[in-house]
């Protein structure tokens, strides 16, 4: 029979290198004292490497620095939220970050969380996890909750238009229906706002309001 190990190695190559993962990923393949020697030893041998909180990695090697590279901070973020069974969603600042509608980098990566507010140092990288009622956590796609978490922070006077031609360039042209679909529960000028960006055709005939949206 397939080793444990070889299960294991086989399962994270699957998803790739820069991969998150934890013991309870693997709890159909054994016992858990037998998952967590079997990690510990991967990690010692350099097969995959121990980030902090229970958490490991596939190393990502990156030519251009000639070496292995933390995980994606999102990557790891989404992987404590399923190890804790938490819903979270990008806070504000974060989202206008990742939308590049700013250019100043937060020191550290904020989430809003179903769980309890805790803070964990990954791999070097801050990410904190602050407890809010989730009434915004029913998106399907991440593109949703972060346009959404970005307006409310730009707030309703500094969505010009050209904040949202900004979002509408970020976001892909076959996503923009997926969007306006999932957003349908959103309100006030938030909606209006998400319908300008979402508005035109998969072929670049784009249309963004000539006016801030409307209250």
Same mark, same amino acid.
């Given at each position: 029979m397939? $080793?444990?190990?070889?299960?294991?190695?086989?399962?994270?190559?699957?998803?790739?290198?820069?991969?998150?993962?934890?013991?309870?990923?693997?709890?159909?393949?054994?016992?858990?004292?037998?998952?967590?020697?079997?990690l510990h030893? &991967?990690?010692?041998?350099?097969?995959?490497?121990?980030?902090?909180?229970?958490?490991?990695?596939? !190393?990502?090697? $990156?030519?251009?620095?000639?070496?292995?590279? $933390? !995980?994606?901070?999102?990557?790891?973020?989404?992987?404590?939220?399923?190890?804790?069974?938490?819903?979270? &969603?990008?806070?504000?600042?974060?989202?206008?970050? &990742?939308?590049?509608?700013?250019?100043q980098v937060p020191g550290r990566l904020i989430y809003l969380s179903s769980g309890p507010s805790r803070a964990f140092i990954i791999d070097g990288q801050t990410i904190q996890f602050r407890h809010v009622a989730m009434k915004d956590a029913g998106f399907r796609l991440r593109e949703s909750a972060l346009i959404v978490q970005a307006l409310k922070a730009l707030g309703e006077t500094h969505a010009t238009p050209v904040a949202l031609a900004a979002i509408k360039r970020w976001l892909a042209p076959e996503l923009r229906h997926k969007v306006a679909t999932d957003t349908i529960s959103v309100t006030g000028w938030v909606r209006i706002a998400i319908a300008s960006i979402c508005s035109g055709d998969n072929n670049g005939q784009d249309r963004v309001a000539s006016g801030p949206p409307a209250g």
């Open positions: 397939e $080793s444990l190990e070889h299960q294991i190695v086989r399962r994270v190559r699957a998803k790739g290198a820069g991969c998150v993962f934890f013991a309870k990923d693997f709890c159909l393949l054994g016992t858990r004292s037998a998952i967590d020697t079997t030893r &991967m990690a010692a041998a350099g097969t995959i490497k121990r980030i902090g909180c229970g958490l490991y990695t596939l !190393p990502r090697f $990156s030519s251009l620095l000639g070496r292995a590279v $933390s !995980p994606d901070p999102e990557v790891v973020a989404a992987a404590i939220a399923r190890k804790f069974a938490w819903r979270i &969603m990008t806070d504000g600042e974060t989202a206008l970050n &990742m939308l590049g509608l700013t250019t």
